[in-house]
């Protein structure tokens, strides 16, 4: 299975999904051994799609594959969050296009996914998606035109990996034509959940609008198979610099074992981790919230355990479209005079000595 470029439309439709509806008897009550009801009253709301390729790495309901793809009743009990947390639709000059940092645009150019992820951010979109028509898509290329001040333009949306190739061309010739724009971005699932679809036809035509930068979204160790390994080596010998991000999800990944092998396995793919993102405050994923001190938790744990190359930062998005920002776990227990009292990886207190009189400056950066 392929991108055949124009055989499939203009706008994506180039997927090869199993449906709810096309699955057989057998699939669903493999899927949900105990109420097919409940689980199709939450896809009313919130749609699914699962494709084979994520069927087979599903090994039993309730594992950290299914958690990720199938619904799950708990969605539409959740009445707490907002529909949008990160406040991207007010941040939207022209529809899909989110100006939130001064020198960079996050543009939403797909509306299509390997797979509805629960917990994903925009759910509020799976419902309603809005298509990149011809129209928006020359608003948003103007607005990057009339902004000197982009420089980086991140591809999302849904995942633009799975425009059809001839779109997502067009979309990266029309950028690498603006002569602000000097870094593009794109942010994708399909190595990690339709694999496939990473083919030498892409990785050549990427290769022609360098430097371009993929972030992956790999979220368990089990998403990395020889089919999505493939998919990373293609796309990183024709010279696309690799990163991951990766959501952390309660019952799925929240435990520094799980997260240290997914990071250490990255790298052995190129694949250098990014960040670990907070969940968002979406409504209709608190299931899958962690207390903030899981993350820190982790990366302490992980902390000089696997190679410095293969930690991320770990992010909290601020809702209102304030931002993310990176926290980390704090090492300093305190300045006594001209030493700094602070623990080392494996938690014994040792002291640093510091230059004459740096202290009180230090503490107002430390807040010690
Ligand atoms: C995350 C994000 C970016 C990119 O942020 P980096 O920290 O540079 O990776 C840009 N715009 C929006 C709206 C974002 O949410
Ligand atoms: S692939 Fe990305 S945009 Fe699509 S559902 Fe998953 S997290 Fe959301």
């Given at each position: 299975?392929?991108?055949?470029?124009?055989?499939?439309?203009?706008?994506?439709?180039?997927?090869?999904?199993?449906?709810e509806?096309?699955?057989?008897?057998?699939?669903?009550?493999?899927?949900?051994?105990?109420?097919v009801?409940?689980?199709?009253?939450?896809?009313?709301?919130?749609?699914?799609?699962?494709?084979?390729?994520?069927?087979?790495?599903?090994?039993?309901?309730?594992?950290?594959?299914?958690?990720?793809?199938?619904?799950?009743?708990?969605?539409?009990?959740?009445?707490?969050?907002?529909?949008?947390?990160?406040?991207?639709?007010?941040l939207?000059?022209v529809?899909?296009?989110?100006?939130?940092?001064?020198?960079?645009?996050?543009?939403?150019?797909?509306?299509?996914?390997?797979m509805?992820?629960?917990?994903?951010?925009?759910?509020?979109?799976?419902?309603?998606?809005l298509?990149?028509?011809?129209?928006?898509?020359?608003?948003?290329?103007?607005?990057?035109?009339?902004?000197?001040?982009v420089?980086?333009?991140?591809?999302?949306?849904?995942?633009?990996?799975?425009?059809?190739?001839?779109?997502?061309?067009?979309?990266?010739?029309?950028?690498?034509?603006?002569?602000?724009?000097?870094?593009?971005?794109?942010?994708?699932?399909?190595?990690?959940?339709?694999?496939?679809?990473?083919?030498?036809?892409?990785?050549?035509?990427?290769?022609?609008?360098?430097?371009?930068?993929?972030?992956?979204?790999?979220?368990?160790?089990?998403?990395?198979?020889?089919e999505?390994?493939?998919?990373?080596?293609?796309?990183?010998?024709?010279?696309?610099?690799?990163?991951?991000?990766?959501?952390?999800?309660?019952?799925?990944?929240?435990?520094?074992?799980?997260?240290?092998?997914?990071?250490?396995?990255?790298?052995?793919?190129?694949?250098?981790?990014?960040?670990?993102?907070?969940?968002?405050l979406?409504?209709?994923?608190?299931?899958?919230?962690?207390?903030?001190?899981?993350?820190?938790?982790?990366?302490?744990?992980l902390?000089?355990?696997?190679?410095?190359?293969?930690?991320?930062?770990?992010?909290?998005?601020?809702?209102?479209?304030?931002?993310k920002?990176?926290?980390?776990?704090?090492s300093?227990?305190?300045i006594?005079?001209?030493?700094?009292?602070?623990?080392?990886?494996?938690?014994?207190?040792?002291?640093?000595?510091?230059?004459?009189?740096?202290?009180?400056?230090?503490?107002?950066?430390?807040?010690?």
């Amino acid at each position: 299975m392929m991108i055949e470029g124009d055989t499939c439309g203009p706008y994506g439709a180039a997927n090869d999904h199993v449906e709810e509806s096309s699955l057989s008897p057998d699939a669903l009550a493999r899927l949900w051994p105990d109420d097919v009801q409940e689980i199709k009253r939450v896809a009313k709301v919130f749609p699914f799609r699962i494709n084979r390729y994520v069927m087979g790495l599903i090994r039993s309901p309730g594992d950290p594959i299914w958690r990720q793809a199938v619904p799950d009743i708990q969605e539409l009990e959740d009445l707490t969050g907002w529909e949008d947390p990160l406040a991207e639709e007010t941040l939207s000059p022209v529809p899909n296009l989110v100006h939130r940092y001064p020198n960079r645009v996050l543009w939403l150019v797909s509306h299509e996914c390997a797979m509805y992820c629960r917990f994903c951010t925009r759910k509020r979109r799976w419902q309603a998606p809005l298509p990149m028509t011809d129209d928006i898509f020359r608003a948003g290329l103007d607005y990057i035109r009339r902004h000197a001040e982009v420089k980086d333009v991140l591809l999302s949306g849904g995942d633009p990996l799975l425009l059809p190739l001839s779109r997502l061309e067009n979309i990266l010739a029309a950028l690498s034509k603006i002569s602000h724009v000097e870094i593009i971005r794109i942010g994708t699932r399909v190595p990690s959940m339709f694999p496939e679809k990473v083919t030498v036809q892409l990785a050549e035509m990427l290769a022609r609008y360098h430097p371009i930068f993929i972030n992956i979204h790999f979220n368990h160790p089990r998403e990395i198979t020889s089919e999505s390994r493939r998919a990373c080596m293609l796309l990183a010998n024709a010279g696309v610099v690799l990163g991951s991000q990766t959501v952390l999800l309660k019952g799925v990944n929240d435990e520094a074992g799980t997260l240290g092998e997914l990071f250490h396995n990255l790298l052995t793919m190129r694949v250098r981790p990014y960040y670990l993102m907070q969940m968002d405050l979406t409504r209709g994923t608190a299931h899958f919230r962690t207390p903030i001190a899981v993350g820190l938790q982790i990366l302490r744990a992980l902390r000089n355990r696997i190679s410095g190359l293969a930690m991320p930062q770990f992010v909290v998005d601020l809702p209102e479209g304030r931002g993310k920002v990176v926290l980390t776990p704090n090492s300093v227990d305190a300045i006594e005079g001209d030493l700094l009292v602070i623990r080392d990886y494996q938690g014994n207190q040792c002291q640093y000595p510091l230059l004459p009189g740096e202290g009180t400056e230090l503490g107002r950066w430390l807040a010690v």
